[in-house]
């Protein structure tokens, strides 16, 4: 099982970027998909997670950031919009049989960098 983010970078306040988490060795639309973000000095933060039901956002990003999924391409993505220099962090994805905090399968997490 592998996971696979990319779509991270430098972005100014305001703007956009969309984050991929690409899976091998399985299929993704058969897990729940957690994207989460560990700041420098903080701890993991979990943003969003989409499963069989409604996808889970955090307060601080709701409105702002959409999760998706293409079965297809078995690949997961988030949307950021209207991006802070708060949301600047490390992004993980992971995979597990349900959404939670302590998911089983990893990646290795993609840069994004909010400048003010």
């Known amino acids: 099982v592998q996971l696979v983010e990319s779509g991270g970078g430098l972005v100014q306040t305001g703007g956009s970027l969309r984050l991929s988490c690409a899976a091998s060795?399985?299929?993704?639309?058969?897990?729940?998909i957690g994207w989460f973000r560990q700041a420098p000095g903080k701890e993991r933060e979990g943003v969003s997670c989409?499963?069989?039901?409604?996808?889970y956002y955090a307060e601080s990003v709701k409105g702002r950031f959409t999760i998706s999924r293409d079965n297809a391409k078995n690949t997961v993505y988030l949307q950021m919009n209207s991006l802070k220099p708060e949301d600047t962090a490390v992004y993980f994805c992971?995979?597990?049989?349900?959404?939670?905090?302590?998911?089983?399968?990893w990646g290795k997490g993609t840069l994004v960098t909010v400048s003010s």
């Open positions: 992971a995979a597990d049989r349900r959404c939670g905090y302590d998911m089983h399968y």
């Open positions: 060795r399985f299929t993704l639309d058969y897990y729940a």
């Open positions: 989409i499963s069989s039901s409604e996808p």
